[in-house]
């Protein structure tokens, strides 16, 4: 890494986790990897909305020091309830940087992205479904320099005490509630047939990505 590199990553603060850059009009930078990975194909771990403590696929589960991925161990919620909240009551409510699993676990500039940087990824690269190191994912790469790519891997979701679709969908949780329903969370959304933005419940185990911007 040449001292000009040296000098933008100070800046930008991205403590020492690596980025790429797609070359985007708003300059945000993508991580390279999900929260909890050690290299762009794996999974990472699954977080719920706003819960900045992730569990690997192999700490998901009913047992005994197991996380289930349910409303009854949901950090926010009220038990008992499907719809009633601690924090975040409101349709639309973004996070505070507090309660951000990227900021909270890599530190530096890092946050969740919004929805606008998603609808920007989408608006800003090409897309196809491929295979890094044997895992399956989602390839986006840059529209402005081709050369610039980031993979994010089918990682499924946690739900009721097992990981679902891992293999064939990914999910990247956003910084942001669904408009219309508070039980529910933006994310980046992918299968084998497509990509994007769509939504599930706040208190599912998803994969987070953080950029800088």
């Known amino acids: 890494m040449n001292k000009k590199q040296k000098d933008m990553d100070k800046e930008i603060n991205n403590n020492d986790y690596d980025y790429v850059n797609l070359g985007l009009p708003s300059g945000t ?12 194909s794996d999974y990472g771990l699954y977080f719920q909305w706003g819960v900045t403590e ?42 505070e940087l507090e309660d951000d699993a990227a ?22 690269t ?13 390839e986006f790469t840059s529209i402005q320099d081709t050369s610039k790519s980031v993979f994010i891997p089918a990682a499924g979701y946690a739900w009721n005490g097992l990981v679902y679709y891992a293999g064939s969908t990914g999910h990247i949780w956003t910084s942001m509630l669904n408009a219309y329903n508070v ?31």
């Open 126 to 138: 090409t897309r196809k479904c491929t295979i890094l190191d044997r895992i399956r994912g989602v």
């Open 103 to 124: 900021n909270a676990n890599m530190g530096g500039s890092w946050h969740m992205p919004t929805p606008k940087q998603i609808q920007e990824l989408f608006d800003n």
């Open 29 to 40: 930078l993508w991580a390279k990897m999900n929260v909890g990975a050690s290299k762009p």
């Open 54 to 95: 992730g569990c690997a696929a192999n700490q998901v589960g009913t047992g005994e020091e197991k996380k289930i991925f349910l409303n009854d161990d949901y950090k926010w919620a009220i038990k008992g309830s499907l719809s009633k909240y601690i924090k975040y009551t409101t349709n639309g409510a973004s996070l």
């Open 183 to 213: 039980n529910e969370g933006h994310c980046l959304y992918f299968n084998l047939e497509g990509t994007g933005l769509g939504y599930d419940l706040r208190s599912d185990g998803l994969s987070v990505r953080g950029v800088i911007g």
